[in-house]
């Protein structure tokens, strides 16, 4: 694996966005350090850690298994040590989104009961949500529901006795449920699912891999009822449904005269007031006060999509370009919530004197300005909103000038693509399935994700999407990927024109792009709902469909709860670069004579996720790929594989 690791000159000569380009070959002209120089300084990396074959699940290791130590010093063999450090990663993943529901959720009861200075947007989502959980809205305001939904949902985040979750029970489909019961994976909760698994994978704990592999797919229901449904329809239900518009992105909408906001992180919550106050009179005045003509805030990660998505503020990166953006000199205050902020910004932001503005008691940076939303007392928000606006505005006039490099690039794009959105711009599911049908959209592949430096920084995912829309099939994107479309305008109208002849034709009579950005990655909900609807409406089960989930430059453990969440769905996945599982080495037997001799080398965790094993289960499996155009070759095979099953052209 180390060997197919890509140096700093792929990097610079690949990479399909200049204005990144431009700011890496900047930064190393500077001496700034970023995450290209620790990369390189890490290599090679270790060969047990990249293959999953490294546990530190208690203190009698770290034990490395390998041919001449098969087994760890308590007996775990390798098949127990590779699963138990998936399902772990997958639990840290549902973690990390769990806290971002909880906040947002919280947020919720205490708008309702007048606390909070939120008022409620989403409407429609409330009662749709009520209606779903059958609730008894009768002689009810809009609060007192809210407040009950809100309930619900936590309830899915934290139930310790088993009983249905209120969000699956509601969206998920009839088919996979009895599927899931069938398994026994329907789970009890996002919280207990993370308890269970600790605790079966703690020294002493469950022997068995299949249990744990059975664990897996338990979890990432947890995952995607409580954790990835509760935020993105909480956050709907505070701020709104998104509907399409039409803005520009990238390092250019960065301006040298204005004060420049980045804001960053996964949860909207505070960012929201905080974008209240930076559009009040006096934040604006304030400005005019310290020498800017204006103020421009700039999204990064999820917490970028989300305001993107709902207001059509510029975004200008994703988690690896976050040292890059500061590297412009010109970001006046970066305002960052939780996850995904990595340390290496604050080394970047010291360089160039940015303020640097924690907001989440979870995601403290030492010498950063810690101004913090708590859910659960939230009197001072407005008051608090109001000081990060202040400060950001004010180290404006601090700025260094002499250091400021920003790219001349700017993209149009079309973003705020929530569920509905899509279906009313296509006539809702069954227009999409006819066209489905008859082959004007070959399939519907959902391209999502982080970044990793073990590919060419947003290579893969702009090569990838590239191809499919080349073969007629219409892509989602999320999360840190979608940056990468976005700032590659192909999430612009005008980006049909690199479609097929009938998908082109179609987004031009629509006035669309054929990569719809859907949201940051809890609204990887968006796609899964209208996935299950279009399943539904063919008659079919949701594995029969001409779908993918694709994740072309894996980082941050949450990825691997999006890819299994599609997976129990029957959605296959395509990964982009070998997940933690030793990668199959096919050697020829011993006194082999022909190729029938090869040992393809595939063991038990291989066979399961990419051979017989979950696809028998669930009728989806992973395939990897981490080169691009392969990849894109396989995902159109997988989806020509499907239509022929279904008889469709
Ligand atoms: S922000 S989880 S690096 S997509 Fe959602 Fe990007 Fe991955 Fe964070």
């Known amino acids: 694996l180390n060997a197919e690791m890509p140096g700093r000159e792929d990097v610079l000569e690949l990479t399909p966005n200049r204005a990144s380009k431009e700011m890496l070959e900047h930064l190393a002209e500077q001496g700034v350090e970023t995450f290209l120089d620790r990369f390189e300084a890490q290599q090679p990396q270790c060969g047990f850690g990249l293959r999953g074959l490294c546990c530190r699940m208690c203190q009698w290791g770290p034990c490395r298994i390998s041919e001449k130590a098969p087994r760890g010093i308590c007996g775990r063999d390798l098949n127990l040590v590779v699963m138990s450090n998936i399902v772990r990663a997958l639990v840290a993943g549902l973690a990390a989104h769990g806290r971002h529901a909880h906040e947002v959720i919280l947020t919720i009861i205490e708008a309702a009961e007048g606390r909070a200075n939120f008022k409620l947007k989403g409407e429609q989502r409330v009662w749709e949500l009520a209606e779903k959980f059958q609730l008894d809205t009768q002689g009810k305001d809009l609060s007192a529901v809210a407040k009950e939904v809100a309930f619900c949902l936590l309830e899915d985040l934290g139930r310790m006795t088993a009983g249905p979750m209120y969000m699956l029970e509601a969206y998920a489909p009839q088919e996979r449920k009895q599927i899931w019961k069938r398994l026994g994976v329907l789970p009890r909760s996002a919280s207990y699912e993370v308890m269970e698994t600790l605790h079966m994978t703690t020294l002493g704990g469950c022997s068995d891999w299949t249990a744990l592999a059975e664990q897996e797919l338990r979890s990432a229901l947890a995952y995607c009822y409580s954790t990835l449904f509760g935020s993105s329809m909480a956050t709907e239900i505070l701020f709104g449904i998104p509907k399409p518009k039409i803005t520009q992105v990238n390092y250019g909408v960065l301006k040298e005269d204005h004060v420049n906001i980045l804001v960053h992180g996964h949860s909207p919550v505070m960012v929201e007031k905080i974008l209240e106050k930076i559009n009040s009179p006096e934040i604006q005045e304030l400005a005019r006060t310290v020498g800017a003509k204006g103020i421009v805030v700039g999204g990064m990660c999820c917490t970028g999509d989300e305001l993107l998505a709902r207001y059509g503020i510029p975004t200008v990166t994703n988690i690896m370009g976050q040292e890059l953006a500061l590297g412009t000199g010109a970001v006046d205050a970066v305002v960052v919530d939780m996850q995904c902020v990595i340390p290496g910004l604050k080394i970047v932001a010291d360089c160039f004197g940015t303020e640097v503005i924690t907001t989440c008691n979870s995601n403290r940076i030492p010498g950063a300005t810690h101004i913090p939303f708590d859910a659960e007392n939230p009197a001072n928000l407005d008051e608090d909103a109001l000081k990060v606006a202040r400060i950001a505005v004010e180290s404006f006039a601090k700025r260094d000038r002499s250091k400021i490099r920003i790219p001349q690039v700017t993209t149009k794009a079309m973003a705020g693509w929530s569920y509905e959105a899509i279906k009313d711009v296509f006539g ?101 709902r209208l996935f299950i609807d279009l399943a539904e409406e063919a008659g079919v089960s949701l594995a029969d469909m001409p779908f993918m989930f694709v994740g072309p430059e894996p980082g941050n453990e949450k990825t691997v709860g999006q890819g299994v969440s599609f997976l129990a769905h029957g959605v296959s996945n395509l990964v982009g670069f070998p997940a933690p599982i030793p990668v199959p080495v096919p050697k020829l037997k011993e006194n082999a004579e022909t190729h029938d001799d090869l040992d393809p080398g595939i063991n038990d965790i291989v066979d399961f996720f990419g051979g017989e094993g979950l696809y028998e289960k669930v009728g989806a499996k992973v395939f990897t790929e981490p080169y691009p155009k392969l990849a894109a070759q396989t995902i159109r095979m997988h989806i020509r594989r499907k239509r022929l099953a279904l008889g469709w052209k």
């Open 428 to 528: 809702g599911t069954g227009e999409i399935l006819r066209l489905l049908r008859e082959g004007t959209i070959k399939g519907i592949v959902t391209v999502v994700g982080c970044n990793t430096p073990k590919v060419p920084y947003e290579y893969n995912h702009v090569t990838i999407v590239r191809k499919l829309i080349e073969s007629g099939i219409l892509v989602t994107t999320t999360g840190c990927c979608s940056h990468a479309l976005l700032n590659a305008g192909l999430c612009a109208p005008e980006a049909a024109e690199y479609a097929s002849s009938s998908l082109k034709e179609l987004c031009q009579q629509l006035g669309i792009p054929p990569v719809l950005a859907v949201g940051g990655c809890v609204d990887n909900t968006r796609t899964l």
